[in-house]
């Protein structure tokens, strides 16, 4: 099945800076979507970006099908951007999730 | 954004209980799972379920799991003696076969 990997693992920022969190995958995939994991464990869908690039706000994600990988790109951090980022790919039916990015923005 | 629903947001029970958790799926959508988060690890895949029967089942889905999809709208987990081990935070999924997969918020199952 389709592996997903995920860098980096930990991330400390401060307030006002920019990130870019990577995530890998083994296998062509149909769908690969974004998420960020809220303090109360919550999954908030940022981005479905099979192909291509898309933005919404200060976030912006890129997908490269054919090279396998996914970037998501934070600008202008802030506190309640902190949380656990999880990107995820779809083979055929399933999504299987990476093992996630832990941001820590501090002020 | 269209939602899914779960049902307990939390639910403490004592080992060798069982516990059903339920998911309201988005209406018209074909494809349901189930995944399971141990607290600090990733999401691991439980189960999808299509046209009223399972599609496929990872290996930690064994015979104390069961699903099932009630009355048309509804989509249970049950777990039907619950270990220790079985403390997670459980989500349900919800997909029409296009685009987006979306996930409900989750219900916490602590194991005492």
């Known amino acids: 099945g389709i592996q997903v990997e995920q860098s980096p693992p930990d991330l400390i920022l401060q307030e006002g800076a920019n990130s870019t969190l990577r995530c890998n995958f083994s296998?062509?995939?149909?769908?690969l979507q974004w998420f960020h994991q809220n303090p109360w464990g919550q999954l908030i869908n940022l981005f479905y970006?099979?192909?291509g690039t898309k933005q919404n706000g200060r976030l912006s994600a890129t997908t490269v099908a054919t090279e396998r990988y996914s970037s998501l790109y934070i600008s202008s951090s802030q506190t309640t951007d902190s949380g656990v980022y999880f990107c995820?790919?779809?083979?055929?039916?399933?999504?299987?999730f990476g093992t996630g990015t832990r941001l820590l923005v501090s002020p | 954004e269209p939602e899914v629903t779960q049902t307990p947001s939390h639910q403490v029970t004592q080992m060798g209980q069982e516990v059903i958790l339920r998911c309201v799926p988005i209406?018209?959508?074909?494809?349901f799972y189930w995944y399971r988060q141990i607290l600090g690890q990733k999401v691991e895949f439980l189960v999808s379920?299509?046209?009223?029967?399972?599609?496929?089942k990872s290996e930690i889905f064994d015979d104390q799991f069961s699903v099932e999809r009630p009355d048309g709208s509804n989509f249970t987990l049950k777990i039907r003696s619950t270990k220790l081990e079985d403390s997670a935070m459980y989500f349900c999924?919800?997909?029409?076969?296009?685009?987006?997969?979306?996930f409900g918020e989750g219900s916490w199952l602590t194991v005492v």
């Open positions: 995820a790919g779809r083979g055929f039916q399933k999504l299987v």
């Open positions: 296998d062509s995939v149909n769908n």
């Open positions: 970006i099979p192909s």
């Open positions: 209406s018209n959508h074909l494809y």
């Open positions: 379920f299509y046209n009223n029967e399972i599609s496929e």
């Open positions: 999924a919800s997909f029409s076969g296009f685009n987006t997969i979306y």
